[in-house]
T-cell receptor, first 113, second 114 residues
Framework: GENVEQHPSTLSVQEGDSAVIKCTYS??????FPWYKQELGKRPQLIID?????GEKKDQRIAVTLNKTAKHFSLHITETQPEDSAVYFC????????????FGSGTQLTVLP | DSGVTQTPKHLITATGQRVTLRCSPR?????VYWYQQSLDQGLQFLIQ???????AKGNILERFSAQQFPDLHSELNLSSLELGDSALYFC?????????????FGPGTRLTVT
């Protein structure tokens, strides 16, 4: 089955700096890569996703890049703010019923004021 | 608010007991997923139902079972509970059985086994 590894497990940045979280996956058939944000005590929420037919996707201060050849994808957050502090999870899957999302182990991002 | 509801919010029970967690999906969503999140762990997929039928199974223990009812709410049954079953249990709903459709998570049920 799919295996997703996520690094780093913790990341501290100064407010205004950029943060990068990286994930690698094992199944070359995977073609859907979402990122979820989980604030302390809250539910995970989808913040951005990318499909294998594109290499990069941006949404305001958040971007995700995908390298299918190397089987890795990354989350980039620019101009970080204290409210960006949370645990971020990457995941991978491929289209089709009876498939499932496989999540990475999470990155605790702390934005220092 | 995602529109997904879960009850109860907290549950404290003893080893060997049985509990039932309930999930109501967003209006219009036919798919329900169950996940386990242990302390400092990621999200482990347990099982998925779509329109009343089991669609995918993850690392779900034999002591655990689930079902989805005609009104589309779902229940996760955990029996012969062990200390290691203490975790946050999330359900998520989606409009389709395909996992590449966005999943909306509920607030979770925190289970503590003593």
């Amino acid at each position: 089955g799919e295996n997703v590894e996520q690094h780093p497990s913790t990341l501290s940045v100064q407010e205004g700096d950029s943060a990068v979280i990286k994930c690698t996956y094992s199944d070359s058939a995977s073609n859907y890569f979402p990122w979820y944000k989980q604030e302390l005590g809250k539910r995970p929420q989808l913040i951005i996703d990318i499909r294998s037919n594109v290499g990069e996707k941006k949404d305001q201060r958040i971007a995700v890049t995908l390298n299918k050849t190397a089987k890795h994808f990354s989350l980039h957050i620019t101009e970080t703010q204290p409210e960006d502090s949370a645990v971020y999870f990457c995941a991978a899957s491929y289209a089709g019923s009876a498939r499932q999302l496989t999540f990475g182990s999470g990155t605790q991002l702390t934005v220092l004021p | 608010d995602s529109g997904v509801t879960q009850t109860p919010k907290h549950l404290i029970t003893a080893t060997g007991q049985r509990v039932t967690l309930r999930c109501s999906p967003r209006s219009g969503d036919l798919s329900v997923y169950w996940y386990q999140q242990s302390l400092d762990q990621g999200l482990q997929f347990l099982i998925q139902y779509y329109n009343g039928e089991e669609r995918a199974k993850g690392n779900i223990l034999e002591r655990f079972s689930a079902q989805q009812f005609p009104d589309l709410h779902s229940e996760l049954n955990l029996s012969s509970l062990e200390l290691g079953d203490s975790a946050l249990y999330f359900c998520a709903s989606s409009v389709d059985a395909d996992p590449t459709y966005e999943q909306y998570f509920g607030p979770g049920t925190r289970l503590t086994v003593t």
